[in-house]
């Protein structure tokens, strides 16, 4: 039997070791982060486009992303108590500094950061006691990050964060790899960016721990990886499907009603391939160019003259229920989902094991 443990993280304990992942536009703010929070596991906020409701974002969406940063941690500290909060900054969002000096200065125990190398983190967190967690899909970009880090920063990661090819939205693998999944054998790539991380902590006198993120969905797929050597698991796609998940009823149904086969990858606006639920809107995506309004500065990557469709625009249709007309992002699990169920009751699943 696999011995399921709390997850430490320097001096934070989550007494479950979940960490729940960060899913915007909006569909993981106060509300899922909160609930997560309060039942002992990570809440994560996802800052991407997270001022889509602020009646300025058309105008100043920059301006309305960094109030809604403060706004949405405040909101979540009241639902999670003492639970520990973290927020998701995707490197290449434009402005990225000024999201993670926010997200620090309003008090946040934890930053995820990946959608690129998070390499000058370590300088704009300074000496707030904010943990950090690189996202990465390699051992090359564990220690890439590792070895700069250190050398640059005298800092190594708090906890690093594996996202392997299952995940939903933006994936950080070429399409090639992601048209073969299995000839990838990425357990062998975990268990190798498992030990180098170790072996690196080791050399420092620390412990990192290491989190196993991408179609993890029940107790058995985080044994799985305990038994590997991780420290804990980040999962998403579970938590849509939550009657807590800040998204639209219609959103959460477009996973409840999906099919295996409905499940792809698709080529995102924004230069990265994804995984999503074939909808009408992916359909008419692929035949030709979707008109849309003025560009409201998400990923630096986006040549808005250029672009197939406005990802901001199809996912903000998303996350408040037009999912006829919406990039429904997802992870290979989502056709699993059957039920609304209460954050509670998938916490209750992960407990540690009785010691």
């Known amino acids: 039997?696999?011995?399921?443990?709390?997850?430490?993280?320097?001096?934070?304990?989550?007494?479950?070791?979940?960490?729940?992942?960060?899913?915007?536009?909006?569909?993981?703010?106060?509300?899922?982060?909160?609930?997560?929070?309060?039942?002992?596991?990570?809440?994560?906020?996802?800052?991407?486009?997270?001022?889509?409701?602020?009646?300025?974002?058309?105008?100043?969406?920059?301006?309305?992303?960094?109030?809604?940063?403060?706004?949405?941690?405040?909101?979540?500290?009241?639902?999670?108590?003492?639970?520990?909060?973290?927020?998701?900054?995707?490197?290449?969002?434009?402005?990225?500094?000024?999201?993670?000096?926010?997200?620090?200065?309003?008090?946040?125990?934890?930053?995820?950061?990946?959608?690129g190398l998070p390499m000058d983190l370590p300088k704009l967190v300074g000496a707030a006691k904010t943990k950090l967690a690189p996202i990465v899909s390699s051992v090359k970009s564990a220690q890439v990050i590792m070895r700069y880090w250190w050398k640059k920063y005298n800092r190594l990661p708090d906890a690093v964060v594996i996202e392997g090819p299952l995940a939903g939205g933006h994936l950080g693998f070429h399409r090639e790899q992601l048209d073969d999944i299995e000839g990838l054998h990425y357990d062998d790539e975990v268990k190798?960016?498992?030990?180098?991380?170790?072996?690196?902590?080791?050399e420092h006198a620390t412990e990192i721990p290491v989190i196993v993120a991408g179609g993890v969905y029940t107790r058995e797929d985080m044994e799985h990886y305990v038994e590997m050597g991780a420290s804990g698991v980040?999962?998403?796609?579970?938590?849509?499907?939550?009657?807590?998940?800040?998204?639209?009823?219609?959103?959460?149904?477009?996973?409840?009603?999906?099919?295996?086969?409905?499940?792809?990858?698709?080529?995102?606006?924004?230069?990265?391939?994804?995984?999503?639920?074939?909808?009408?809107?992916?359909?008419?995506?692929?035949?030709?160019?979707?008109?849309?309004?003025k560009c409201h500065l998400c990923i630096s990557t986006c040549k808005p003259a250029e672009t197939p469709y406005c990802i901001t625009e199809a996912l903000v249709n998303a996350v408040t229920g037009k999912t006829e007309d919406a990039l429904l992002f997802c992870g290979a699990n989502a056709y699993r989902a059957t039920k609304l169920e209460h954050v509670k009751d998938i916490m209750d699943e992960f407990q540690p094991s009785a010691s």
Request: aromatic share 6%; proline share 4%.
């Open 234 to 293: 980040q999962m998403a796609t579970r938590f849509v499907t939550t009657y807590e998940c800040d998204a639209a009823d219609a959103y959460k149904q477009s996973y409840i009603d999906a099919k295996k086969e409905d499940i792809v990858i698709v080529n995102s606006p924004v230069g990265m391939p994804g995984r999503a639920i074939l909808n009408p809107f992916m359909k008419r995506a692929k035949e030709g160019k979707i008109p849309h309004g």
């Open 192 to 202: 190798a960016i498992i030990n180098h991380v170790n072996t690196t902590a080791a």
């Open 1 to 115: 039997m696999v011995t399921i443990k709390p997850l430490k993280i320097g001096e934070l304990v989550a007494k479950v070791p979940v960490i729940q992942g960060g899913m915007g536009v909006g569909v993981s703010l106060s509300s899922l982060a909160g609930a997560v929070a309060a039942q002992g596991g990570v809440g994560v906020i996802s800052t991407a486009q997270i001022g889509y409701r602020e009646p300025d974002f058309d105008t100043d969406p920059i301006g309305a992303n960094l109030r809604a940063i403060r706004s949405e941690i405040q909101k979540a500290r009241e639902y999670a108590r003492d639970g520990i909060l973290g927020v998701n900054i995707m490197v290449a969002t434009r402005k990225y500094e000024e999201y993670v000096k926010t997200a620090v200065s309003a008090g946040i125990d934890m930053i995820i950061s990946g959608a």
